[in-house]
């Protein structure tokens, strides 16, 4: 058995096109459980232990079973599909969308007779008009060919926002709304889209649910590091390597092995320094941890997180202190504003970063970043905040010699030789209003 | 004659249980149709499309960063200055840009050609350095590239 | 309301019951423990967790801080807050230091310093010193959102309290935040100032210093302020109020919720109108109209005497012109002065509100809980009596069905046919669908004289009075209209003919004094005594002039339009006597027995028409009377005469009075900018024959007058109609013809 599951034979054929999809027994698995009951589609599901690709790593099974019925919750029920994929590190859904759009189509319906749901809605981020255009042209090719079979599904493009890839900023966005977070509960399935019970699935997530079910959900959970890590990923692999790009892997791979026998090494000769595994929110881990298999449990007992599968690779040119500081500043700008942690935690890291970088703090402000990254962390509206808080405060805990030499030195050990060198942060964007003047930071 | 703003919009609000969902497509077509920008029109022509304040139509186009609220060139070459990108020599790529078209992040070159932004991560990071020019994604550039591409884009 | 299930809470080792589904923040209140909140705010919607200031640590849910505002009491619940538990304590002080770290720290001079919530909390919360050494956030500071509201956006804390209010309490959605993250801020469309009804409310919404009034700027300390609760007397609603005063001046007026009435919101014209008080063409003294030199300045002894003698000559033919402004208590004196001294039972009252409508009554806030309301008449509710406009929002968006009945109605009627669509009710399938319903609620909103009758009729046909949930209200245009009318009726029920000719016209108060029926009256009467607060009002017709007093500045009694008896209390010093007190002398020279003080003209007249309240019974937050029971069907009044219709291409004129407006509005600088445009409102239909657009110029012409006007497109207005403010439409006929100039 081959263990390319969401990409399967697309090096092969045009899977953009619905004939070639459908030649390769594309669809096959939505008629077949358009006469299933949605309980026994969802009891695959779960005997597949499928989870999220989109971060979270819940259930999806289980997601579905949260959704009411039609008796409890009279309301249209909703599916959308998370295909804002914004992280800095992830590129996985793109490809899925530019290759294998009918997977998708046929996952996003299925998972729609699961809940009883006729209405689907794909929010793509706004920046993937490549993957939108491919996307739409399969939706019309489907549509054409009647396999809708009375749901509608609706290609909705956000406008560039990272929170719009969180549930509830999706959600928010999706109703017209600035994209802020919702605080929960209610969590989407009892009260989502249109203050209706609604199903929030990641891109790979959904586009893997028509394989699950035609290879049986027993037999998925074989595939990767069971019994949590079923199945495969997409792999994105990027940072210095040689061979950046997505791999479609089991889950349970290491580090090590997707560094140097996928992507071919770090160019260039030099060391690597540290590793991303999951997308920049994630804890970074060390060149020592790298032998980590790629999977849940594994990365927890590290204290990080396999997330959106993103693995960012780090060498030995990169000043952490800058690239915490651009992180930072990542976070900071996509903060939705609602949250007092998030909205004023981000920049005020930013301002120690900023401070610490051009050699100008202290060791108490050393200190006080880890405080702030403690005071955001875990008491926000929705997990933005963490997701700057937990990387800086991970590179502060392994790389502290770097950052104190920062602050020995008065400046950047690097002596402006570090990769990431005056990376330029966006200043022009949500400075729109004429009356702010922002101040100038330290 | 182009349709008026307000027939399109309705038809997309239609595919919608609620029109106010379709406030971020009526403002991406309102921003082509004014040049790329909004200016204050903008948001009263597709308030009253979909029946909402002005207030309420600027107030979402200020969250999203692809509405442009101040004037864009003719083209729009944004480069990616995520960690990924800059890991590979986004900053050299950004800088690259400032020489070719004489004008720093932010700007719009004088004579309305083009305006240069550094964004965030754009989806390409396996392929650095990723730029956009009006949201077609070029991948693996380089600061080498970029007299060929701007020469190539003042002729396009 | 059926009783909620009660469940047990424990807060801080205490244990409280309430009903399941209490918010948290008022469970923790009932056991005596606070929970500091910023963003939390019931009245505007469901809580959003916004600021962060309200975290808790919960047993059982996850191992962090959970924001109490957003939880609701369960059973068996286990929460610590700040007090007890040491994670809360660290979150709540991290959330202040967050807040701080980009606030200006300017309390000094800051109009909300004593009475800010950031301060309060900071103080009892914060952190004692600051750790954060970098540029703040700077805005240009402060400015102003309208002429009423400025903006300090330095000081904001984004708690999105006030776009909230306007998103979704007035459903404005004019107050908005712009940008997103660190650079969000509040704002309105490129600067334009907020404008509506209700605007005012966000100062006090808002927790810290950004959002301040511009009338006491830089004037007061909140500390340095007396508050009286009292009520407002600007339009029938009566919302409670609570006006701050300092040196016997008023400097401003606060909500005072009562939740049947008003929900603790105001409107601008109740909130921002006070400077009225002190116009310049205030009159403190006595006049005497003196031939050719026009009014002059008497002592108050010569007044009086030249009151009575004015009265003594009249000979019993006098009438009297009431306004409905006047206290329940000024009503009955007045009343008895010339009823039962003089004999004189003529009077124009402010408006013919009819009887019956007490077997229908409602609070206010039942239209909230209906589930399905009809609103007939020819004006906007907000118009006439403003917060009922947000109870009808708030039922809307609770799932009520409201239908708007009138020329810019759900179904759309001619001017002044709000009878005819009264009777159409009570066959009809609405009709139908209000009678099997539980909670339906019928409102008159517009003229109409005896509208309250035809409204009792219907409720009585449809079956309101049986129905605790249901209720019909008369939106009268004054604020003590009805208090009036009791008060006239209560001294005697004698009528006597039209004097003929009339040899004196009491004209009571600036409604009146501004009324063209009184000021015609005037013209037939040989004299004119004139009560009123402004010189420009009595300048030219008045014989004698003797100044008015406002609510302001009255002990005594409202009547509200559910027919809510409450007090009012004075705030500032008048400055003549009130008119009780002169009242009261001049009917002693009549031999007639009245007491200068409210309270006990008011167990007076209470005796006879109140069943015998007494003030003490009313009260700070007023109860509803209980239902008059209908003893027979409401007599029907006559239908008004229905216009002619317009000759072709002609079209009839809506006039309405609008909420901004009157000799209140006109004097208060910070109100200018909330008058009416000058606009003619014009069906699409219309719009499009006459080829005019939006905004356009255009002639108005009725016999002989002529007018130019703004076009506006009122895509709900009936075709046929053109509306315009009562200020614009001057004199203008019924039938307008309209062209482009
Ligand atoms: C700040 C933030 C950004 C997120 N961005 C994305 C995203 O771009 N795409 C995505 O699928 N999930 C994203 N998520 C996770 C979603 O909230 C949600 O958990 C997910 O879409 C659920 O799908 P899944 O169960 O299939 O993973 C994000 C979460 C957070 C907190
Ligand atoms: S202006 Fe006041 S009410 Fe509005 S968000 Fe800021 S702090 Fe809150
Ligand atoms: S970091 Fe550049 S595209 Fe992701």
Redesign the interface.
Known sequence: MSDVIVLAGADERDLTQLGEYRALGGYAQLERVRGMAPADVIGELNAANLRGRGGAFFATGRKMQFIPGAEQNPNPHYVCVNADESEPGTFKDREIMNRVPHRLIEGSLIAAHAIDSQHVFIYIRGEYLDAFETLRAALDEARKAELFDGVTIVLHRGAGAYICGEESGLLESLEGHRGQARSRPPYPAISGLYASPTLINNVETIATIPKVLELGGAEYAKIGAPPDSTGTRLFCVSGNVVRGGNYELPMGITIREVIYDLAGGIPDGRALKAVIPGGSSMPILTAGQIDVPLEHDALRALDTFLGAAAVIVVDDRACMVQLGLRVAQFYMHESCGKCTPCREGTRWMVQLLEAIEAGEATHSQLDLLLDVCDRILGKCLCPLGDAAAMPVASYVVKFRDEFRAHIDQGGCPFGGESSLDGLFAPVDQHTHHPVVEEGVPA | MPRPLADQVRAIAA????S??????A??IAQERHGGWLP?EA?EEVGEA?E?????C???A??????H??PVGRRLVEVC????C??????EV?SAFERALGVQ??ETTPDGEFTL????????????TVV?ID???RLNVTAGDVPQIVQELRHE | MSTAELVTVRIDERSVQVPKGTGLIETAAAAGIEIPVFCYEPRLGAAVGACRMCLVEVEGMPPKPQAGCTLTAQDGMVVKTARTSEMARVAQNATLEFILVNHPLDCPVCDKGGECPLQDLTFRYGPGSTRMTFEKRTFEKPIPISPAISIDRERCILCYRCTRFSESVSEDNQLVALNRGAQTLIATFEDEPYTGAFTGNVTELCPVGALLPTQPRFQIRPWELQSVPTVCGLCPVGCNIDANQREGKVRRVLSRNHPEVDEGWLCDKGRFGFNHLYAEDRITDPLRRVRRRGLEEISWEDALDDAERLLREAGGRIAVALSGSETTEQAYALAKLVREGLGAHTAMLPEEIGGGLDAFRAPLSAIRDAELIVVLGDDPVVERAPIVDLWLRKARRAGAEIVEIGPAGDIQTAPGTTARACRRLIRGDLGDRLRASERAILIWSGGGAGGGSHLAKLAAELGLADKPGSGAFFLPETANGRGVAEAWAAVSDEEGPEPEPLSLLIVSGDEAAANPNVRALAERAERVLAITMFHSLAAGWADLVLPGTSYLERDGTYVNLEGRIQRLRRTSIPPAPDELAWIAQLAARFGIELSPYPSLVFAELSERAFGGVTYEDLGEQARLPERVPLEAAPAESPDEPVPAKPAAGALQLLRYRPLFSGAAVERVAELQFQRPARVIELSAKDAKRLGVKRGEPVGVRSNGTSLELRAAINKKLKAGVARIAEEHARDLHPTVEVSKP
């Open positions: 595919q919608y249980p609620e106010r969902s379709a406030v971020m497509p403002l991406r204050p948001f979909l909402l304040t002005p207030a309420y600027k107030g979402v200020t969250f999203y960063d692809m509405f609220l101040a200055t995520n960690i990924c800059g890991l590979r020599g986004a900053q950004l992040p932010g932004r550094a964004v965030e991560c754009i989806g390409g990071c396996g392929w650095p956009a949201d077609r994604h």
